[in-house]
């Protein structure tokens, strides 16, 4: 299923999650830059960046507390959920009406981790919708792509003030009532009496859902150890972009650039582009793609150095967001993958932004000083130990093939670096006679031959391309478990099938009359 009509149907069917991500983004972006300006009024340049390092830091808070509840406390989570967006809304507006810099400050830290809460939401979601497509990648880059550009959107079309401040607390609010309600559509047919809701039925067990291999010691190695090398490298390139951001956000709180301005669009392009190449070959080309962006991009951080009058910020500025956009869709892609078979899958898709953020608040002081020492050779040391970094846990995993995987009962599991196509293990391909037909074709004319409904449609697709447990779709789709049995008997009753595995074998033996 990878051509673009099943591409396009992938998309369409979690654009509810992607909107919800790119809120995320938009929301996240946009107090970044609003605290940016607020703290210029009563500090100075160097300060408005170790401040917003900090602030950021804090979002790490929400990014743990959502996954927690979700696992310890599920019954707690819409109460929590009602409570965050009430703070995120405070917190904003505290942000553009404080008056002295400790309200500004106290407003950025809240707004920060209700922001974070909101994202590991975002970020869950989006994984179970896509991690599983062929066009991960992609679907990451479109919803950071949409962020984005409403950013720079609403700088440079809205007027300067409460305009642009309303947009703001307006998608906050968008943000919170859509999770909200991904949430409600997870649990609204758990209406069945013989149903009761409890914290199985309300929560994914790591045992159950992703670390299916947990028992195998090789398996758990090899995954272990890709982690941990995601990890590092993650760790690597978000203090190369930590300290190029650092020194652009001096240079916005002093007005030599404005970060809000048309060069973000920018963003956009480089994270189209970076969607599109990163999902080629099973997404082969991730570690090599993101390891030229960096080197690139470490290039606006020897210009910062080297012109300290000024002068060609311009340039700084548009290598360094060419090179934003890759890294971006490159740790949502890859904690993304990683969810599958981790435990704790909820907690991974933001893995990656919360290493940003914590390596964003350790880097954003020495990257200050080396700037505004203006040492060269600081700056050459501290690059060359960052590029050796991210050529060995990147370009060091090349010897290997993302389709190299290991086979445990059925699940692959890509022990170089996690980034290959995860799609999961089909069962026997469609007769000869039938392979002129793509698998959506396939899918299209068997639902509208035994009439059957949109939900039992999707439901239908991952019985047929997938061998996982029935919690495992229940996950992915939304519904609970007895839902799901429902929806299956259905399909079953409608297909003249007694079990799953005789309307597997049916689907793929069946042949659609003209």
Known sequence: MRGMGDTTAYLRRGIREIICLALFFFTFLACEYLFDVRMAEFVSPNEVVIYESLVIGASVIGFFVRPILYYRRPHAIDATSDVTGVLLVAALLLLIMAVQVEVVIAGGLVACCALGYCGSTAHANFARRFARTPCLARAAALS??????????????????????????????????????????KLRDESDPNFEPSAAGLSVDALEYGAKWHDDPEAKAAFRRAVVRLTVATAYLSSVFAALNA?????????????????????????????????????????????CAAILSTLSFFVLIVDGNGGNELAATIIFYLGSGFFVVFFTTKYAAVSLYARWSYFWPCMGRVVNNVCSMLVTAPAVAIISSQNVLAAVGAALVMLVGIAITLLGQLGQRADDA?????????????GGDFAPTCFDPAPVEAAELTSNERLDSFVATFGLTERERDILEVLVVSDQSVQDIATTLFLSRSTLYRHISSINKKTGTASRVALINFFWSWTPKD
Do not use: E, K
Request: include cysteine; aromatic fraction near 4%; proline fraction near 3%.
């Open 144 to 185: 950071y792509a949409m962020g984005v550009l409403v950013q720079v959107l609403n700088h440079m079309v809205m007027p300067v003030g409460i305009p642009q401040q309303a947009v703001l607390v307006v998608c906050a609010i968008a943000q919170v009532a859509l999770l909200h309600g991904a949430r409600r559509a």
């Open 247 to 291: 020194g652009f956000t001096t240079l916005h709180a002093v007005g030599a650039v404005d970060l809000g301005d048309w060069p973000r669009l920018l963003l956009v392009v480089s994270s189209l582009v970076a969607g599109t190449l990163f999902d080629l070959h099973g997404r082969s080309y991730m570690n090599i793609g993101m390891t």
């Open 406 to 418: 290991v086979m445990r009962d059925g699940l692959a599991l890509a022990t170089d670096d996690l």
